[in-house]
C-alpha cells in the first residue's frame, strides 16, 4: 500500500521516532509503514489520519484506483 506518511511527517519536522512516540507505536513500525512493508491496523490508520488532520484516503491509497 502506498503513502504519504513520510512526506507529511518531514512536513511537520518530525523524525520517525518522534512520530513512533505520538501514535504510541515503534520507530520500526513507523519505518515499516513508510516503507510499505507493514500496512497499518484501521485503529492505528484512524490514529495517523487524526494526527496528520487529513483523511485517511489522502495518506494511503490501495492501488486499486487508476488514474487517467
Given at each position: ?12 519536522d518530525?523524525?520517525?521516532?518522534d ?13 515499516a ?10 485503529p ?25
Amino acid at each position: 500500500m502506498k503513502n504519504r506518511l513520510k512526506v507529511l511527517r518531514a512536513e511537520c519536522d518530525w523524525t520517525q521516532a518522534d512520530l513512533a512516540e505520538k501514535l504510541e507505536v515503534s520507530r520500526q513500525t513507523v519505518n515499516a509503514i513508510e516503507t510499505g512493508k507493514y500496512d497499518p491496523s484501521l485503529p492505528l490508520a484512524f490514529k495517523i489520519s487524526r494526527l496528520f488532520d487529513q483523511p485517511i484516503e489522502q495518506i494511503f491509497e490501495d492501488g486499486a484506483e487508476t488514474n487517467s
